[in-house]
């Protein structure tokens, strides 16, 4: 980065409305499109080219100035036992939901954190910490345009406000990624919303779908804009094996 763009970047923080105090990282799932690895290994504590995917988000955030992190724990939960010892003001949260229920459950468990937060999944790898950056305006998504066709949820952004959210893709849109930050009073809505579904009975969504898809006309979300690959989330083993060749031999 420039020294022209960098004096802007952080003009741009100083002035932003709102700070994230700390963050919840979600690490709680099965990963069953990594198995048989993640058998034996929680996903995000994987290693990418010698690095566990967990290590690359907590240390963004740590770069970025955020040491009090939250930690929902539940497939192989002992693995994260060493976690809080390896990282002061680090606490794990276990959640007793994580194979009967979608990660719903996960931010269920840890609501009593919300407001002021950044939430972000730990099996991705981190790899320009700015991307955490805790400065917002809005509360919203991380999020890189997508010209071309893609699978993955796609944001229709009008002025600056989502207007709509495709699970199943699209093009020409804002591709969302598993980053979002929430302002203390948009954290105290979500907490609600959150309890009305997981305790109605709505168990098998994401977390995602409760501000997006269940009551969308009740938040005026933003985006937060990325360059592609300064995050990257990692589904599958043959999108780990083409980051990490050692990984070839599970295909």
């Not at 048989?36 to 740590?62: C, F, Q, S, W, Y």
């Not at 939250?70 to 390896?86: I, M, S």
């Not at 269920?108 to 954190?113: K, P, Q, T």
């Amino acid at each position: 980065m420039s020294g022209a763009t960098d004096t802007v970047a952080r003009a741009t923080s100083a002035a932003a409305t709102h700070v994230a105090t700390h963050a919840i990282i979600m690490a709680a799932g099965i990963g069953k499109r990594m198995q048989p690895l993640t058998l034996e290994t929680p996903k995000p504590l994987v290693e990418v080219n010698g690095v566990r995917m967990i290590d690359t988000v907590i240390g963004a955030l740590h770069e970025m100035g955020i040491e009090e992190i939250y930690v929902v724990v539940g497939h192989l939960a002992e693995r994260f036992a060493g976690l809080p010892a390896q990282y002061p003001g680090l606490t794990l949260i276990e959640n007793p939901y994580f194979d009967t229920c979608n990660n719903i459950s996960s931010l269920y468990v840890a609501r009593e954190h919300l407001g002021n937060c950044i939430i972000l999944d730990g099996d991705q790898v981190v790899r320009d910490p700015s991307a955490l950056d805790p400065h917002f305006d809005r509360s919203g998504y991380n999020a890189v345009w997508c010209e071309g066709e893609t699978d993955e949820w796609l944001l229709e952004v009008e002025g600056g406000i989502v207007r709509s959210c495709s699970r199943t893709g699209g093009r020409h849109g804002w591709q969302l990624f598993s980053v979002s930050r929430w302002t203390e009073e948009d954290g105290r809505l979500l907490r609600r919303h959150l309890e009305q579904e997981f305790e109605g009975g709505n168990r098998q969504i994401y977390w995602d779908d409760v501000a997006l898809f269940c009551h969308p006309d009740e938040y005026e979300l933003g985006i937060k804009k990325m360059g592609r690959g300064d995050v990257v989330e990692i589904d599958s083993l043959v999108e780990l094996a083409a980051i990490d060749p050692r990984y070839g031999r599970y295909l």
